[in-house]
């Protein structure tokens, strides 16, 4: 029969907030750990990476954060902005290997 | 300013057809994907080629199909149509040496299987 897809995770943030999107990841062995951004009609654009023996990485108003113990990952957004409306998607991949596994996506909002 | 090229955004195409969907990028990148991207379920890889000539399955190949004759292209290919492939499918492709594994995608191609 047809399937249904599932809801796709939303954030709603106000202009000039701070956003924090959030994503569990499944493989201990990824090396590799990244964030994308897709806007509307657009295909996925990287934002920023982490590499495997890192907590913390700060890019151009984002930073992103590992937490290798509870397999979590998170992008920080400062200042969101309403070109940040996007659905942005975490993935993961080892070193020298060819697949980068994608997370279901989060869409941000942003209010003006 | 470096670009993959999808070569229709938008197809309709009935059941039992055949359809190729084409893929140009003109990064003299290696590797290149082809992923689906359904709501909720993120983007899943459908094929990827490391080289010319060379394919992996990914992890939903089943229906699908892949061409790479020439290293700047890779086409994907429904041999037989079915509604259940209506979905927007996404190319990418990725330098060899990469390490952490920067994907350049195209804009998409949204299909519709009636």
């Known amino acids: 029969g047809e399937s249904v897809g599932l809801h796709l995770p939303t954030l709603s943030v106000q202009e000039g907030d701070n956003s924090i999107i959030n994503c569990a990841y499944s493989?201990?062995?990824?090396?590799?750990f990244i964030w994308y951004k897709q806007e509307s009609g657009k295909g996925p654009q990287f934002i920023i990476d982490?590499?495997?023996?890192?907590d913390k990485r700060q890019g151009q108003r984002v930073t992103v954060l590992l937490n290798k113990t509870v397999k979590h990952l998170s992008l920080q957004i400062a200042a969101t902005q309403p070109g940040d409306s996007a659905v942005y998607f975490c993935?993961?991949?080892?070193?020298?290997?060819?697949?980068?596994?994608f997370g279901a996506g989060t869409r941000l909002f942003v209010k003006a | 300013d470096v670009k993959v090229t999808q070569s229709s955004r938008y197809l309709v195409k009935r059941t039992g057809e055949k359809v190729f969907l084409e893929c140009v990028q003109d990064?003299?990148?290696?590797?290149m994907f082809w992923y689906r991207q359904d709501p909720g379920l993120g983007l899943r890889l459908i094929y990827f080629?490391?080289?010319?000539?060379?394919?992996e399955k990914g992890d939903i190949p089943e229906g699908y199909s892949v061409s790479r004759e020439k290293k700047e292209r890779f086409s994907l290919i429904l041999e037989s149509a079915s509604t259940n492939q209506t979905s927007m499918y996404l190319c990418?492709?990725?330098?060899?040496?990469?390490?952490?594994?920067?994907?350049?995608f195209g804009e998409g191609s949204r299909l519709t299987v009636l």
């Open positions: 990064m003299d990148h290696e590797n």
């Open positions: 493989n201990s062995a990824s090396d590799y």
């Open positions: 080629s490391y080289d010319v000539k060379m394919k």
């Open positions: 990418a492709s990725l330098r060899g040496d990469s390490g952490s594994g920067e994907l350049f």
């Open positions: 993935a993961e991949k080892d070193t020298g290997g060819f697949k980068t596994i």
């Open positions: 982490i590499r495997s023996n890192m």
